[in-house]
């Protein structure tokens, strides 16, 4: 069974420009999250979709973050502008029930 | 206050050790629990669920105290391969309705 895609993989950009991070869930899967993991601490959400609506957002900086889920299945995550904070690994998951699957991330580094 | 605490350690062990992780949890209501293995520059992975009755799945245990909202894992027998960070993750919701809140994280470093 195919796991959850994202990319890329690794992101290195200049505070103020813009990044997007793409996602792909698994198969079926009506639950997609958003976290954001920064060094030494655990992942904290961002957003939470259940196909193509928005459940959670209430941790997600609206100013700088937005995300969609247009057709129910892939996700987009963006950032603009990028502040030196919001350098972490961004991951998605997805969930049937109650599990979470979790793709490899997107190490961002803002400089 | 943070949803869900855990002591980061890090705890280094022997192999062969048994450690044991705790883990709290603020929301009375929250619905279902989970620890989660974590592995340097990798993504979380499910290590097990954690019911009521506690579970056991091999060398790890897992307990739930839901009138104290503690959540603990034991490992026995430590191998080396056991090094990682783990994870507690509480669900506040259910279904469709899921809010999961992780822990810090607790690392661990099983030593020859």
């Known amino acids: 069974e195919a796991g959850v895609a994202q990319s890329p993989r690794y992101k290195i950009i200049e505070k103020r420009q813009s990044v997007a991070f793409w996602c792909n869930p698994i198969s079926g899967h009506a639950t997609l999250y958003w976290y954001q993991q920064i060094l030494g601490q655990g992942p904290k959400l961002l957003i939470q979709?259940?196909?193509?609506?928005?459940?959670?957002d209430s941790q997600l900086p609206k100013d700088r973050f937005s995300a969609e889920r247009l057709k129910g299945v892939d996700s987009t995550l963006k950032i603009q502008p990028a502040k030196l904070e919001d350098s972490a690994v961004y991951l998605c998951?997805?969930?049937?029930?109650?599990?979470?699957?979790f793709g490899p991330g997107t190490r961002l580094t803002v400089l | 206050r943070k949803e869900v605490e855990q002591d980061p350690g890090p705890f280094n062990v022997p192999e062969g050790a048994t450690v044991a992780f705790n883990c709290t949890y603020s929301n009375s209501a929250s619905q279902s629990f989970f620890w989660y293995r974590q592995d340097c520059r990798k993504e979380p992975k499910l290590l097990m669920s954690?019911?009521?009755s506690g579970n056991e799945d091999g060398r790890f245990t897992a307990q739930l105290n839901r009138a104290s909202q503690y959540i603990s894992l034991l490992i026995r027998d430590s191998k080396l391969s056991d090094s990682a960070t783990y994870l507690c993750?509480?669900?506040?919701?259910?279904?469709?309705?899921?809010?999961?809140?992780f822990g810090t994280g607790t690392s661990l470093t099983v030593i020859p």
């Open positions: 998951a997805s969930s049937f029930i109650t599990e979470q699957f």
């Open positions: 993750v509480v669900n506040l919701g259910s279904g469709t309705g899921n809010q999961f809140y």
């Open positions: 954690v019911y009521s």
């Open positions: 979709f259940q196909n193509n609506g928005v459940v959670d």
